[in-house]
Each structure stands twice: as structure tokens, then as C-alpha cells.
């Protein structure tokens, strides 16, 4: 190698780590830029994020956690209607708005005379919603034969409705379809507990979610979970009043499986969430902002023709669903 190129490889070599500190210097200028930024400046920008965005943000350093943590930031993740009353919610001091909106997450808040509750997304802030049993129509409802309102210290409401026994099973619950937040796909869940349950070990149940008068979803869901464990032959106490008087328990062999192979996969099963309730993803529903009307979630199962009870109803929630 001549000394013409080793000059020109030396000289390359300095040109390339020259250009590499510019740019290093340049990144370094435009975080400095940002710095230079007044905290109200910064907090208007993070508002225009999202509350898991922010949270991160305060991680950054301890400008950017100042205007993370601002009710300028806050107050923009938390709707307005809100505001109200979560501050006649608390108590002592004035919280931050931040506490608010964490309150809001953690404690759901209950509406329309105690009915409904009302939550957020923590990730998000979009809108949660829980029907309680009683906006619920439940058929056969009122008859203390086949339902009952109880009270229950863990539950969200005064009371909830405990399915005693019945052969044809129908609950239905609406909402307004505007007080979702928009673009957003939500999905509906029966939240229940099983208490001795039967009749839907092979019965599997239908769940429609949609618009009232336009297209609406169907898919089967189990409302057992311990379906498959449980012998065919069941043993249960008659329901007083109803057919054989004088007999304490019949033995009946419950509706064989839809499925003629006996397989569940692809449909939806019970899981359990974190406040001691099971729960079943009923549907899902996407709300783009322009549609108008109520959103009806039913479940059922009319056709089996067996006697189901042992399920206690708390609500159907209509959440955000998590991607």
C-alpha cells in the first residue's frame, strides 16, 4: 500500500469518527433544546399522550416528572363529568388529580343511584361500566321461586340475584352506546359465582353482544367451571311446588354436549379476576364515536329444556379490550 492511500484510510477513519460526534452532538443539543422548555410547555405535550405514557415519563428525570405529575396532565386523562364528584369522594386534603385518576382506576364509582358503576382503563383512561343485576331483564326475575336478591359483603351492589332453578334462562342488560369511549373495542363479560351449580356441566350457553335493531354477534360460552369433571348423572333437590311434591330429590341425566365430539376449543370458558368473582367474555363491540343507540349483551340458553341453578349474577361489565 502506497502512502498516498494509508493517508487517504487515516484521513477516512477521522472523517467517520467526526461525523459520528456531530451527530452525537447534535442528539445532545436537541434533549438540551427540550430541557430548555418551560414545565407548563412540557406537561401540555405529555397531556397529548397517554397515563402509561406519562407514568413512564417520569422516569426521564426529574423536570419531566414534575410535569408528568401535574393536574395539567391528569386533569386531561380524567373525564370531565368526574371531577365533581371524586373530589366530594375524598377525604382530608385536596388530592392531586393524579390521585383522583388512580382512585377512579382502583375504586370503581357507583352511578345512577348505586345501579351502575363506573370506572377507567388504568393503561388507557377509556371507560369502564358495570350493569348491575338489578338494570339486568331477567326472566323470571321477580319469582322468589326461581330467583332471589341476596346481599354479599364482596359485592360491588346492595344485592345480587341467585339463580335458584329454572329451565329456561334469559338475562339481557343495555346501555347507552354514547357513554363509551370512542374508537375503541370493547368487550362484555357476565361477572357471576357458581354456589352448588348444575344443569350447565354440558350446556353450553348463547351470548350476543350488538346494536339494538342492527347486526349483532353470537358465540357459545361455558358458565361451568368445572364442566367435564362432573358425572352425566346428576342428583338434585326438587324445586318446591313443582311436579312431584312428595319427592326430595330426583336423579335426571342432563342435555348431552352440543358438540358431537365432545370438544370445547374455540369457545369462551369462566376465568376468575382479581376481586374473588368468575367471569366469561360474552362478545365484543366496537365503538368508532359515530354510532347511536343502546348496546344490548344477552345470555341464554333456552332450548336445552334442563333445570339449571346454583349461578349468582353480580352484573355484565363492559371494559376496554386488552391487546
Known sequence: MGMGETE??????????????????EEEEAVDCFYVLPEGCIANIVSLTSPRDACRLCLVSSVFRSAAESD??????????????????????????????????????????????????KATGKKCYMLSARTLSIVWGDTPTYWRWIPLPEARFDDVAELIGVCWFEVRGKIDIRMLSPSTLYTANLVFKL???????????????????????T??????TERGRRQRFQIVPRLPGLFFR????????????????????????????GDGWIEVELGEFYYDGRQEG??????????????????????IEIRPKKV
Open 8 to 25: 487517504q484510510g487515516e484521513a477516512d477513519k477521522v472523517g467517520g469518527c467526526g461525523g459520528e460526534e456531530e451527530e452525537e452532538e
Open 72 to 121: 395539567t396532565v391528569w386533569e386531561r386523562f380524567l373525564p370531565p363529568q368526574c371531577l365533581s364528584v371524586l373530589d366530594l369522594r375524598s377525604r382530608g386534603p385536596r388530592p392531586s388529580k393524579k390521585d383522583l385518576y388512580f382512585s377512579l382506576c382502583n375504586q370503581p364509582l357507583l352511578i345512577d343511584e348505586g345501579k351502575k358503576s363506573f370506572s377507567l382503563e
Open 195 to 217: 354456589t352448588g351449580a348444575y344443569g350447565f356441566e354440558h350446556q353450553p350457553v348463547d351470548a350476543r353482544v350488538g346494536l339494538v335493531g342492527g347486526e349483532t354477534s
Open 219 to 224: 358465540r357459545v360460552v361455558y358458565l361451568d
Open 246 to 273: 312428595n319427592r326430595a330429590f330426583q336423579v335426571y341425566e342432563t342435555s348431552p354436549p352440543r358438540e358431537v365430539d365432545n370438544t370445547y376449543n374455540g369457545h369462551e370458558h369462566p376465568k376468575e379476576r
Open 294 to 315: 343502546e348496546l344490548e349483551v344477552s345470555v341464554l340458553e333456552v332450548s336445552g329444556g334442563n333445570w339449571k341453578g346454583g349461578l349468582i349474577v353480580q352484573g
